[in-house]
């Protein structure tokens, strides 16, 4: 099915609808992991998910952040050195508490994409400059075969120990 049209010659700048359209069409291919063409037409927020890999392997300074909740943590793990602060809880105070910076370069994941574009919507109006959004989240990472680590369940405060907050960060 030749019906995904691609736009010859860096089809950045036309209408930034083309990715939001049609998710339903890639059903198919969601067994066998996804191919360079869905990665080539990011929308300028999205980051993918092997310029991530890519940017650990290098250890390159980029602050990962998970936004889901503890639960999802735990089912499936999480990216190597992420922070965890769940979508509802981020703010100004959560990110300063874990080290994160206005201008510090950060990945915000989520499970398929959607709480980390609210993600990086929040931290640009609260003025952080240089955020993307993982493409796909954590569900396109585990189709295309990129580790994971088990979640140590530490990196989240529960709400009875977030007064503590300030004291416990080292």
């Not at 191919?35 to 980029?62: C, H, I, Q, T, W």
């Not at 398929?112 to 959004?133: I, M, W």
Request: aromatic share 4%; hydrophobic share 35%; proline share 3%.
């Amino acid at each position: 099915g030749g019906e995904m049209k691609m736009s010859e010659g860096g089809g950045k700048s036309d209408g930034g609808m083309d990715g939001m359209s049609m998710p339903e069409a890639r059903a198919d291919k969601i067994m066998e992991g996804h191919d360079d063409e869905e990665y080539a037409n990011l929308p300028e927020y999205e980051v993918s998910n092997r310029d991530v890999m890519m940017g650990m392997l290098s250890k390159s300074s980029a602050k990962l952040i998970d936004v889901r909740e503890d639960f999802e943590l735990a089912e499936t793990g999480v990216l190597e050195g992420a922070t965890h602060i769940p979508l509802g809880e981020i703010s100004m105070n959560a990110m300063e508490s874990k080290g994160i910076a206005k201008d510090d370069e950060i990945v915000v994941y989520c499970k398929s994409g959607n709480r980390s574009r609210q993600a990086y919507e929040l931290l640009k109006t609260l003025g952080y400059t240089n955020v993307k959004s993982m493409h796909g989240g954590i569900v396109h990472w585990m189709e295309d075969k990129l580790p994971v680590v088990p979640w140590d369940g530490k990196s989240t405060a529960t709400a009875d120990q977030k007064k503590n907050l300030k004291t416990s960060q080292v």
